[in-house]
């Protein structure tokens, strides 16, 4: 089993950055991918940014295009989320999902970002 820590999420004004951070532990040797989502309330869960973790491939969904970076520490088994130019629309909860080789996966608690404009 795979546990994973967020952290991160907070207040910032429209226009400025955040860096989400997601710490995996427990079984960790088995892991395949990370990746983050975000869901408003009443909305379907939209995938963000994603790492193979196994090639160090990293891909993007059509929200983070440009403004957001997704990166990594190997030996923290952590990947990270760069927000830049945040927007009102992004205001929403964060979270992040890792997936094992055995097509298990598992989902932080969630990171809240809040925008002010």
């Known amino acids: 089993q795979v546990q994973l820590a967020e952290s991160g999420g907070g207040l910032v004004q429209s226009g400025g950055s955040l860096r989400l951070s997601c710490a995996a532990s427990?079984?960790?040797?088995?892991?395949?991918?990370m990746a983050w989502y975000r869901q408003a309330t009443g909305k379907e869960r939209e995938f963000v940014a994603g790492?193979?973790?196994?090639?160090?491939?990293?891909r993007y969904g059509y929200s983070a295009k440009d403004r957001f970076t997704l990166s990594r520490d190997v030996a923290e088994t952590t990947i990270f989320l760069q927000m830049n130019s945040l927007r009102p629309g992004d205001a929403t909860t964060y979270y992040c999902?890792?997936?094992?080789?055995?097509?298990?996966?598992?989902w932080g608690q969630g990171a809240q970002v809040t925008i002010s404009s």
């Open positions: 427990g079984s960790t040797f088995s892991l395949y991918d």
């Open positions: 790492i193979r973790w196994t090639t160090g491939n990293i």
């Open positions: 999902r890792a997936e094992n080789k055995y097509y298990e996966d598992c």
